[in-house]
């Protein structure tokens, strides 16, 4: 796997496609079709993020419902627009976050598998290594860009709830955020966000890189072998990696996530400027220690789900993006 493909010889290919290198992408068909994809995808997910960020705000009378319950409650208080609140300002904000982001992706990863290649490891340590350093260096740069779309986006899915600001649309909530707190309001949470989501991103690329190529091997498939998986074995796999990684990072980094959207969106701590463990001591005083797990249920959902949805997505997207071969 992850071999160039104009370095070795066709037969040597049979698992490519599960791997796709940044260097046989067309790059302008990748972010294109990646942009209309990915929107579609956050469609189908965005109120699951909904019903997770209502269910860790403190005074919501929400926390202690469970998920299913608070997604029927916002259902019938706001309808269809509840849950989809903060869904236009994250679908077009996120467009050229996205492309920042997976264009760090694969050129971190790239340059990994590159290096470790005359490293003596097993092949599935590499993978992962390489899949996990790139997820890491990939939301290092890209927390930049999305933690204020973040905060802009959480502000107005909790739009009316006890502790937070009412604010008419994004450009509203972005002012009131500067007016109050200057720019670095704009990035309440973003430390945080660095030292939670780039180990997690690191966790759950690693673990899809290294199931997929565990996965395949126990299911006979060789890099050698000239049979190549069908587009549904492709799917499966693929998918089943993506579950996994999502599952394992959702459950390391729920408390974290907690906290941090209790932050983001909060204003009423008392004097002084929230922090992370004014927040934590906070939702420690609430609710012990499960408080910190608030949210579990639909975040786990979500993750998974997005595990599963984003990676195929993601592998389609490179498939529908290869650079057409010329023959001469």
Request: one cysteine or more.
């Amino acid at each position: 796997m992850a071999l160039d493909a104009e370095a070795v010889p066709a037969a040597e290919l049979a698992l490519a496609d599960t791997d796709i290198n940044w260097n046989r992408l067309d790059k302008t068909k990748f972010h294109i079709i990646g942009a209309i994809l990915f929107t579609a995808q956050s469609a189908l997910l965005h109120p699951t993020a909904v019903v997770k960020t209502r269910m860790q705000v403190a005074g919501s009378g929400l926390s202690h419902m469970r998920g299913l319950s608070v997604f029927w409650n916002i259902l019938k208080s706001d309808g269809i627009s509840g849950l989809y609140r903060g869904f236009g300002t994250s679908a077009v904000g996120s467009l050229p976050g996205r492309v920042l982001a997976l264009t760090s992706l694969e050129v971190s990863k790239d340059i990994m598998l590159k290096y470790t290649g005359s490293l003596q490891m097993p092949e599935a340590t590499r993978v992962g290594l390489a899949n996990g350093v790139a997820g890491m260096i990939s939301n290092l740069v890209s927390c930049i860009y999305f933690v204020p779309l973040d905060v802009t986006c959480q502000r107005m899915m909790v739009q009316g709830l006890p502790g937070t600001t009412f604010c008419n649309g994004p450009l509203d909530v972005v002012r009131k955020v500067m007016k109050a707190e200057g720019f670095r309001g704009l990035y309440r949470g973003f430390g945080l966000t660095a030292v939670s989501q780039s180990p997690a991103s690191a966790l759950w690329w690693g673990v899809y890189g290294a199931a997929q190529h565990i996965i395949w091997r126990s299911l006979g498939y060789r890099d050698s072998m000239e049979k190549k998986p069908s587009h549904m074995e492709m799917v499966t796999v693929q998918a089943t990696a993506g579950m996994a990684a999502g599952a394992c990072s959702s459950i390391i980094t729920t408390p974290l996530d907690t906290v941090k959207t209790r932050l983001q969106v909060i204003d009423n701590y008392g004097t002084g400027r929230p922090s992370v463990l004014k927040t934590s001591r906070a939702l420690f005083k609430e609710e012990g220690w499960l408080g910190f797990y608030r949210g579990f249920g639909p975040r786990f959902l979500n993750m998974s789900l997005y595990g599963t949805t984003m990676i195929v997505t993601y592998e389609l997207i490179k498939r529908l993006s290869l650079k057409e071969i010329v023959t001469s």
